[in-house]
């Protein structure tokens, strides 16, 4: 019985620190983005974004929020709390704060396209996880939890910023 309770304790052992190991390989900092073309000039594009009341139009993650508070820069709901940290040369940065802590950054990139009159708009998450290896090995499905929402919500943004024209 203590040589079966021995090789239980030595293969937990073994297996949590080739995981560690493995985990460690991860990066700590991880960027989910995605952009798209709008035939919109940047400067009707950019109210959309620097506005987050304005992001009820257009975010699929803000209309799945409940009990939504907005105002221009801070909208807080039941899931999350998010704050426009900065709104200028065509970069709009926030931090998102769930309730549970762990707070993390996201921005939207309006590159301009001057001689047609339409833009690119790349939206980004940024993620810092800690060394735990349950957080690293999580870090690898984020582009697919976020992507097709992120995807969506940029054709909401591009539909009604092409009908502002």
């Keep these: 019985m203590m040589r079966l309770f021995k090789l ?4 937990a052992v073994v297996l949590f620190t080739v995981l560690l190991l493995i985990s460690l390989l991860l990066p700590s900092h ?9 035939g919109a000039p940047a400067e009707k594009v950019a109210p959309l974004l620097t506005d987050i009341q304005q992001w009820e139009k257009w975010n699929e993650y ?3 929020y409940h009990n939504r508070i907005a105002e221009p820069r801070m909208l807080k709901a039941d899931e999350i709390a998010i704050f426009i940290t900065s709104g200028k040369n065509n970069l709009v940065t926030a931090d998102w704060q ?3 802590g762990g707070k993390f ?7 301009e396209n001057k ?18 290896p349950w957080q690293k090995f999580q870090s690898i499905v984020y582009d697919q939890q976020l992507g097709p929402v ?3 919500s940029l054709a909401n943004l591009k539909r009604i910023a092409e009908n502002l024209n």
């Design 98 to 100: 769930p309730p549970s």
């Design 8 to 11: 239980v304790l030595i293969s």
């Design 115 to 132: 001689g047609k009159h339409t833009c690119i708009v790349q939206w980004y998450f940024d993620f810092h996880i800690k060394w735990y």
């Design 150 to 152: 992120m995807e969506k």
């Design 30 to 38: 991880i960027r989910i983005s995605r952009a798209m073309d709008i």
């Design 62 to 64: 803000i209309r799945a």
């Design 105 to 111: 950054g996201s921005g939207f990139a309006i590159i």
